[in-house]
């Protein structure tokens, strides 16, 4: 987790709020935490109609929930916008409800705007991915209002990182995250 932004008071109030739903938060979370100008990851749930699930609960389907990771970046280091290319390029948005051989509603593409500035952000460059045909099939992401985020369990939080070495890291995340460190290597912190 970058702490680019916390030891300055007047840079954390700057400070605005991404969620994203992208398949398995381990993933997304391992992603987003060496941009330069995100200030934290956090890995939980949203989008669902239970309060406080547990990951159990949202792993059995039943409560609405998409896994998703809550990003907090200063918006003068990193846009949205910036974001958002991040999220598009490190996930398969045409895939519903699956990413690789995670499958069920929790791994759906989705983007959570928490203003009518990321909606319309989000909303036109979806728009421009359709109609550039970057991927074979339409994308199924979708785009809703930010309702609530529940923490995940603290095992969860910064996983790839604690985990590395675990067979799911080493054969989903690291390629992921090797790849993306080479598309990004201009935006990360290290």
């Excluded at 949203?46 to 990771?69: F, I, K, L």
């Excluded at 009518?116 to 979806?126: S, V």
């Excluded at 910064?158 to 080493?170: E, F, I, L, S, T």
């Amino acid at each position: 987790m970058s702490t680019d932004n916390r030891s300055n008071p007047a840079s954390v109030a700057r400070l605005e709020t991404a969620t994203f739903g992208a398949g398995c938060f381990w993933c997304v979370e391992a992603v987003f935490e060496s941009l330069n100008g995100v200030a934290s990851v956090e890995s939980g749930y949203s989008g669902g109609r239970v309060a406080n699930p547990t990951y159990e609960q949202v792993c059995s389907g039943t409560t609405g929930h998409a896994e998703v990771c809550q990003i907090r970046f200063n918006p003068a280091r990193i846009s949205y916008k910036e974001l958002l290319e991040v999220f598009w390029q490190t996930h398969d948005p045409t895939t519903l409800n699956r990413q690789g051989n995670d499958t069920g509603t929790q791994y759906r593409s989705a983007v959570f705007y928490h203003s009518d500035q990321q909606r319309q952000t989000a909303e036109l460059y979806k728009k421009e991915l359709t109609a550039a045909k970057i991927w074979g099939s339409p994308i199924v992401t979708e785009i809703v209002p930010f309702k609530n985020f529940y923490k995940a369990e603290e095992y969860h939080q910064n996983y790839y990182r604690q985990n590395a070495g675990q067979p799911y890291c080493r054969f989903v995340i690291t390629p992921k995250v090797e790849k993306f460190r080479k598309v990004f290597e201009k935006k990360l912190t290290r």
